[in-house]
Nanobody
């Protein structure tokens, strides 16, 4: 079992940067594939980015490629999402997720994740 807590959300102007963090506790995070998802009210939760256990493999939604970077520091039990060139359509609650696995692959489907944080609000103004 692992507990996840997101932080770093807030209000930012379009074009600006924002960095989200996901702090994990309870288990060794190197045993977990992790990812970021986002959701606005009335919309389905959508995949944003994913990273393998070691951090050696990443994947991104097409809408954020070239703008967002997912990373992790397993020694600090923390995952990050660096968001640059933000757009109003990036506005959402952002969630981090984790899945315990022995396979060093990314996980991009939300129902394949076992643990979720409470979310952090990101609002991008124009």
């Amino acid at each position: 079992q692992v507990q996840l807590v997101e932080s770093g959300g807030g209000l930012v102007q379009a074009g600006g940067p924002l960095r989200l963090s996901c702090a994990a506790s309870g288990r060794t995070v190197s045993d977990y594939a992790m990812g970021w998802f986002r959701q606005d009210p009335g919309k389905e939760r959508e995949f944003v980015a994913a990273i393998s256990k070691s951090g050696g493999t990443t994947d991104y939604a097409e809408s954020v490629k070239g703008r967002f970077t997912i990373s992790r520091d397993n020694a600090k039990n923390t995952m990050y999402l660096q968001m640059n060139s933000l757009k109003p359509e990036d506005t959402a609650v952002y969630y981090c997720a984790a899945r315990r696995t022995t396979i060093g692959r990314v996980v991009i489907t939300d129902n394949n994740y076992d643990y979720w944080g409470q979310g952090t609000q990101v609002t991008v103004s124009s």
